[in-house]
């Protein structure tokens, strides 16, 4: 099995920033990609916030380019969320995604993992 477990979230006002932590951990054969999502309320579908490859490649939505930077370890097996700048309609809870493969019966098989998610708010 393999288990995210994010840290960091929390309460900051307009301007501010948080950094955001996830590490991966279990029966991981590699990792293929990282990255970090969000979604406000179960009724809506989760967001693409940032990825990052196991080869440093990054993705970022279109509404947190310039303020969001996502980073990587492949030997400690984290990716951070560095947030600056933070807007109110940031507020959302964040998930950590990771693109993973674990050896079954012989064989690396992916699979994609999600962690509990973490709350960020962001206060005008």
């Known amino acids: 099995q393999v288990q995210l477990v994010e840290s960091g979230g929390g309460l900051v006002q307009a301007g501010g920033s948080l950094r955001l932590s996830c590490t991966a951990s279990g029966s991981i054969f590699s990792i293929n990609s990282m990255g970090w999502y969000r979604q406000a309320g179960k009724q809506k579908q989760r967001e693409l916030v940032a990825?990052?490859?196991?080869?440093?490649?990054?993705k970022y939505a279109d509404s947190v380019k310039g303020r969001f930077t996502i980073s990587g370890d492949n030997a400690k097996k984290t990716v951070d969320l560095q947030m600056n700048s933070l807007k109110p309609e940031d507020t959302d809870i964040y998930y950590c995604?990771?693109?993973?493969?674990?050896?079954?019966?012989?064989?690396?098989?992916?699979?994609?993992?999600w962690g509990q998610g973490t709350q960020v708010t962001v206060t005008s």
């Open positions: 990825t990052i490859t196991s080869g440093g490649s990054t």
């Open positions: 995604n990771g693109d993973i493969s674990r050896i079954v019966a012989g064989t690396p098989w992916c699979d994609e993992y």
